[in-house]
């Protein structure tokens, strides 16, 4: 049960940074906001024991 949620509020606030960076949902759920601006939902996951990445839309077209 993910326990750090994300308000709409704080993934409208996002604002880009020198470097990228990520909000954390919980259960490997992540915003991921670039150094221009565009923010994506990205899912961390493993396979065999080796991390992967997946993409699920940008914000705020996907929810």
Known sequence: M???TLTDARCKGAKP???PY???DGGGLHLYV???GSRT???AYRV???PQT?????YPEVS
């Not at 997946?54 to 940008?58: D, E, K, Y």
């Open 41 to 43: 939902w990205r899912l």
């Open 34 to 36: 670039s150094a221009t």
């Open 48 to 50: 065999a024991g080796k």
């Open 22 to 24: 990520k909000l954390f």
């Open 2 to 4: 993910p326990t750090n």
């Open 17 to 19: 940074a020198e470097k």
């Open 54 to 58: 997946m993409s699920l839309g940008p």
